[in-house]
């Protein structure tokens, strides 16, 4: 049974940092696409990183690229999210997703942690 536990979210100010991991369990995830979501109140669901394949492959959306850096830990079966120079606009609510295939629709993904909460203050 494949679980994903995310922690590492919290309130920062504008420009700070925050790093954000997502253990998996019940699978390797060096053979599996690793994303993070956000979703924002009353906005939909958004890719913001992904990590994939052997080579570890990675994806960011326009609006984090330079800012946020994808990484996983194979031994310890983690993802992370080092989030750097955080804006307003990046507050939500971060999802780490599993699946077998990478994709940008979040309806693609079975496997969701419960989310941890990001807040930033101008």
């Known amino acids: 049974q494949v679980q994903l536990v995310e922690s590492g979210g919290g309130s920062v100010q504008a420009g700070g940092s925050l790093r954000l991991s997502c253990a998996a369990s019940?699978?390797?995830?060096?053979?599996?696409?690793m994303a993070w979501f956000r979703q924002a109140p009353g906005k939909e669901r958004e890719r913001v990183a992904q990590?994939?394949?052997?080579?570890?492959?990675?994806y960011y959306a326009a609006s984090v690229k330079g800012r946020f850096t994808i990484s996983r830990d194979n031994v310890q079966n983690q993802v992370y999210l080092q989030m750097n120079s955080l804006k307003p606009e990046d507050s939500a609510m971060y999802y780490c997703?599993?699946?077998?295939?990478?994709?940008?629709?979040?309806?693609?993904?079975?496997?969701w942690g419960q989310g941890t909460q990001v807040t930033v203050s101008s």
């Open positions: 997703a599993a699946d077998r295939l990478c994709s940008w629709d979040p309806r693609q993904y079975n496997n």
């Open positions: 990590i994939y394949g052997n080579a570890g492959s990675t």
């Open positions: 019940g699978y390797s995830i060096n053979s599996w696409c």
